[in-house]
Nanobody, 126 residues
Framework: QVQLVESGGGSVQTGGSLTLSCAASGYRYRTYSMTWFRQAPGKEREGVASIDSDGRTVYADSVKGRFTISKDNAKNTLSLQMNSLKPEDTATYYC????????????????????WGQGTRVTVSS
């Protein structure tokens, strides 16, 4: 049984940095992609960044150049380094894993991910 546990959320001021981590256990699907999503109050969950089994990454336009997704296969850990944080980055961040989906925007489809973490809250104050 796959379990994903996020950590590293917190409160920072505009321009600050945070690193989120997602620890995966029971994870045997080496071909799966791993993705960070976020959901702000009153808004839909949106894809932030994704990394496939070959290490290829993709980012939402809103975080390009500021966020970096990475993974440590030996430790089964997914990370999201977030720099130059803005108030609009305030949200609950979730990690998810599932089979890669064809197409340039397949990775943002929440319904293709069978496994999700419980989320970690990020608050950026101005």
């Amino acid at each position: 049984q796959v379990q994903l546990v996020e950590s590293g959320g917190g409160s920072v001021q505009t321009g600050g940095s945070l690193t989120l981590s997602c620890a995966a256990s029971g994870y045997r699907y080496r071909t799966y992609s791993m993705t960070w999503f976020r959901q702000a109050p009153g808004k839909e969950r949106e894809g932030v960044a994704s990394i496939d089994s070959d290490g290829r990454t993709v980012y939402a336009d809103s975080v390009k150049g500021r966020f970096t997704i990475s993974k440590d296969n030996a430790k089964n850990t997914l990370s999201l380094q977030m720099n130059s944080l803005k108030p609009e980055d305030t949200a609950t961040y979730y990690c998810a894993t599932g089979r890669p989906v064809p197409g340039p925007m397949g990775w943002v489809r929440t319904e293709v991910y069978p496994y999700w973490g419980q989320g970690t809250r990020v608050t950026v104050s101005s």
